[in-house]
């Protein structure tokens, strides 16, 4: 474990996950969380944060290498909890650092329902519904009103501004089977347990509104859809998501670039 700044008395912590593997990534953050909830505590997370690009000091050429970062935060910890934590053991390459909630996010991990540099309400709509969707592919927690309840407390703004994540989450988890019947139709030569968490929560967002809501212009949610996956995904991403969607999009018989209606 990197560090554990963890203030004594203090029941709420915040586990930062850093390493340069996406799956080494996704992998401490499922065994992080699996470790801590089973101590009885809830758990929001693991959320997927923006990847960075860091420069590999130790090089004379200037590598840069790409940084995949993961946040939980433990509503309330207990001795047992930080117990399990230390008895953890990760992957070479990743770091953890358990730190108090109201310590400032480093700039390369900004907080939850962050998002890209270009903000506005459906995207960062888009963001939050990604983000929870991956943490509930991890959790898979029985209890969704307390889930939504506890994640949308940590946003940004109140719960009524992510009024559209909630109508995407609670479309993409009622229609789940037949989303990721799109994914293995038209994920090419690529199994569907391989595919990246974050891509996969990225599609399943994207399938939906392009299956469901006819309203939105087919490569606007594409577009978006392509923009989260570089911003939180890895370099090849964006590639893979646009080729999957726009498989799809060709089947639905729409104007790509109009509403229906419109």
């Given amino acids: ?23 080494l990534a996704d992998q401490a953050a499922a065994e992080v969380t699996h470790s801590v909830t089973a101590t009885g505590v809830r758990v929001l997370g693991p959320l997927p944060l923006p990847s960075s690009v860091e420069a590999l000091r130790a090089s004379a050429s200037y590598d840069e290498l790409r940084c995949h970062h993961r946040l939980l935060e433990v509503i309330e910890s207990k001795p047992q909890t930080i117990d399990a934590l230390r008895r953890l053991n990760l992957p070479a390459g990743i770091e953890i650092a358990v730190v108090a909630p109201d310590e ?4 390369s991990a900004p907080e939850p329902g962050a998002a890209p540099a270009k903000r506005n309400r459906r995207r960062d709509n888009r963001v939050a519904a990604m983000q929870f969707l991956y943490s509930w592919e991890t959790q898979r927690q029985g209890d969704l009103v307390t889930a939504l309840y506890d994640f949308f407390s940590e946003q940004a703004h109140d719960r009524e501004y992510y009024a559209f994540a909630e109508e995407l989450i609670h479309g993409v988890l009622r229609d789940l089977a037949l989303i990721d019947e799109v994914v293995v139709r038209f994920a090419q030569n690529w199994a569907f347990e391989r595919v990246a968490k974050v891509d996969l929560a990225t599609l399943r967002l994207a399938i939906f509104e392009l299956m469901r809501r006819t309203d939105i212009p087919p490569v606007v949610t594409i577009n978006e859809a392509i923009d989260i996956a570089k911003v939180f995904s890895t370099e090849e991403s964006k590639r893979f998501v646009n080729g999957i969607l726009d498989r799809y999009k060709a089947t639905l018989g729409r104007d790509p670039r109009k509403a229906e209606g419109a």
Avoid: L, N, Q, V
């Fill in 1 to 23: 474990m990197a560090s554990d700044t963890h203030t004594p008395g203090s029941t709420r912590i915040r586990i930062r996950i850093k390493g340069p593997d996406f799956r």
């Fill in 104 to 107: 400032p996010a480093e700039p």
